[in-house]
Structures are given as structure tokens and as C-alpha cells.
């Protein structure tokens, strides 16, 4: 298929749908605003990208007429917007069609609630779209739930890849808690930090016990202040960034991966950390309820509850054959439902059916 891309170039969500779908076979065109370059230059030399001429927040207005041109000389299959705010109104005003739209957390959950505009924009361009998909069940309940939509919402899981992501042996001595998160207030990074805090006062006296927090964002600061006013310099620590192809071994390195989000619309940390046989212990927003199995493949606690979560820790600490069961539990369910390569081929399936018109 010729498929026409619309979303952000140095996204990785993008990078990893538009590389995935060229190395099946399709023709693929990406069109991004300039200011959303993809820097990293990760984007497989088989994929066209466009850049439109205007970048900023008016570019997804004024850029229309240009990528609707551009689409007309390309002629693809189907059209594919990535998130109902930006690249959606991007893609509304060029009149593209078939087009996909694929919503993806912020666009439905925070965005329309900026105010009545915001709300008023969002639905325009789910009316506009040909297909609606979301990345998860609860994102689309969502989509209902707020905009009232009745049509058929697919489902096109962003999974990871179970041959990089498994798997490996463990290198670290004592018992080591984890995340590969960013640094910011929506990840929960803080309360995750008072949570080792508690943890490590109920555990054994004595015991080698670390906190590995690898990611970076604007927080960098705040949190290491926490960190040393809690006394945790010793054995809280924030690791840094690292690259996508680095996070299975970092990841095999931690006992268990902690989650304390405020708000997560998918839970693809809490993915690749199973991926990888780590149990998880995540908060409970929409995201990890949907890929996290409570009692399963992990634990799950109430949005900022530092008692259960260090609780939850405790248990694992006193129990490796629980680690190990859940772990193992968590990398079946990936392998199951979040398979990146069977993900690809659903979205396949939904490309297909938008380009046939049958996808009602």
C-alpha cells in the first residue's frame, strides 16, 4: 500500500510506525511540521519525509493547502493522522481522505479540556475522519465518553518489540527498584521516590537496596533535591537518559519497576519492563489498568498511595518465586497482545478496511 503519514517526524511513536510499515513493504511518505524535525536522523532512508513550509501552532491551520497538493501528487491508499489535536486539524483542513486518525492520551484526555475551543476543535476532527483508532480500549472509551462518538473505534496497540525487549541476565547485587520514565510531574517520579523512602523503612535493616530512575525532563532538579533531603543520596538515583535500543538492560537490572503515574493513556513503560520479565507495580490510571493484570503481572495501587505501593515492594523483596512468577506471567501477556510485529499487522488491517470503505 502507498500510505501517507501526518504526524510529528521526531516522535518516536511516529519513527517506530512509519519504519515498521516501510519494512513490510509499503510505500510510506511522512508529512511533519518543520519544528518537529526528526534530529536523531532515525528514520529509515526507504521513508520519504516532507517537511510542510510553516511550523508553530498556526502551521496545522495554514498548512492545508500544501499538504493537500502534496497527497493529490502522491496519490496513497489512506491517509494516517497521528493525535486528534494538531496533526488532526492538520489533516481536516487539507480534506484528505480516507483518513485515519489515530488518537494517542493527551489529545482526548487533556486537550479538550483546556476550554469549550479546544473541545469544539478535537470533535471537529474526529467527525472529519473517515476511521477513528485509539492505541487502547480506555482511550477509546474515552473518545465515547467525552465526544459522544458511536462509530466504530479500532484498536492498534503500540507494543514493543519482543526480540529486543526480553529477557537478560541479571548483573546488580541486592534488591533494586526501577523506572524508565521522564522527568515530569504526570510520571509521579516524587511520589515514587517517598515510596522507596517508606519501602526501605520496613525492610530488613542491613539490606543492599538501590532506586535506579533513568529519564530526564524538567524535574531533574526537584527530584534530586527530594532525594537528598529524604537522606537517599546513598542509594537514589537518577541515572540519566537512555537511548531506546539501552532500556531492556537497564530494565533487566531492576528487580521491579515502579509506575506511580498521575495520568498514563497506555502504560508502554509497564509493556516493556514485562517484556522483559520485571514484574510492575503501576498506579492505577486508565493506561496500566488496561495493560497491567492486577495480582497477574504485577500490583496495582491507587493514584498516589505510597503506603500500598511500598507495601507492594516489601512483598516482592520477601518473595522471589513471586518475582519470578509474575515476571514470567507479564512477559506471556506481551507476547500475547503487545507484540509490535502483530500490531503492525492490525493496523494493516485497519488500512486495508479504510481504503475498501469497509471499515464500519
Aim: charged fraction near 25%; include cysteine; glycine fraction near 8%.
Amino acid at each position: 500500500m502507498k500510505i501517507a503519514f501526518v504526524s510529528a517526524a521526531g516522535s518516536s511513536h511516529t519513527v517506530k510506525w512509519v519504519n515498521a510499515l516501510s519494512r513490510k513493504g509499503h510505500t510510506v511518505r511522512l508529512y511533519s511540521l518543520p519544528d518537529h524535525e526528526n534530529k536523531l536522523k532515525n528514520i529509515d532512508s526507504s521513508v520519504e519525509v516532507v517537511y510542510l513550509k510553516k511550523g508553530g501552532f498556526a502551521g496545522y491551520f495554514t498548512n492545508g493547502k500544501e499538504l493537500r497538493r502534496d497527497i493529490r501528487s502522491f496519490a496513497p491508499d489512506v491517509v494516517n493522522a497521528h493525535y486528534a489535536s494538531g496533526y488532526g486539524t492538520l489533516a481536516r483542513m487539507a480534506k484528505v481522505h480516507p483518513l485515519v486518525l489515530s488518537v494517542w492520551g493527551s489529545d482526548v484526555y487533556e486537550f479538550p479540556l483546556k476550554s469549550p475551543l479546544h473541545r469544539f476543535l478535537v470533535r471537529a476532527n474526529l467527525k472529519a475522519a473517515d476511521v477513528l483508532a485509539s492505541t487502547s480500549h480506555v482511550m477509546a472509551d474515552q473518545v465515547r465518553r467525552v465526544f459522544g462518538e458511536r462509530r466504530k473505534i479500532w484498536i492498534t496497540p503500540f507494543g514493543v518489540d519482543c526480540s529486543l525487549f526480553t529477557p537478560q541476565p541479571q548483573e546488580h547485587t541486592g534488591f533494586c527498584v526501577g523506572t524508565v520514565k521522564a522527568l515530569e510531574d504526570v510520571y509521579g517520579i516524587d511520589q515514587l521516590i517517598h515510596t522507596f523512602a517508606l519501602f526501605l523503612q520496613k525492610a530488613p535493616k542491613g539490606g543492599e537496596y538501590s532506586l535506579n530512575i533513568y529519564g530526564k525532563g524538567s524535574k531533574k532538579d526537584e527530584y534530586q533535591q527530594l532525594i537528598d533531603s529524604l537522606g537517599l543520596s546513598d542509594k537514589a538515583f537518577l541515572c540519566g537518559a537512555v537511548s531506546n535500543t539501552e532500556v531492556p538492560r537497564v530494565l533487566s537490572n531492576m528487580d521491579v519497576v515502579c509506575l506511580p503515574s498521575r495520568s498514563e493513556s497506555f502504560g508502554v513503560s509497564a509493556v516493556e519492563a514485562m517484556a522483559c520479565n520485571i514484574p510492575v507495580i503501576a498506579s492505577n490510571v486508565d493506561g496500566f489498568l488496561e495493560t497491567v493484570e492486577d495480582g497477574v503481572t504485577g500490583y496495582l495501587a491507587p493514584v498516589g498511595d505510597q503506603e500500598a505501593m511500598a507495601e507492594h515492594l516489601l512483598r516482592f523483596y520477601q518473595d522471589t518465586e513471586l518475582r519470578r512468577k509474575m515476571g514470567q506471567a507479564g512477559r506471556e501477556r506481551v507476547l500475547k497482545l503487545y507484540d509490535f510485529e502483530q500490531n503492525v499487522e492490525q493496523m494493516e488491517r485497519v488500512y486495508k478496511a479504510a481504503a475498501s470503505g469497509a471499515s464500519q
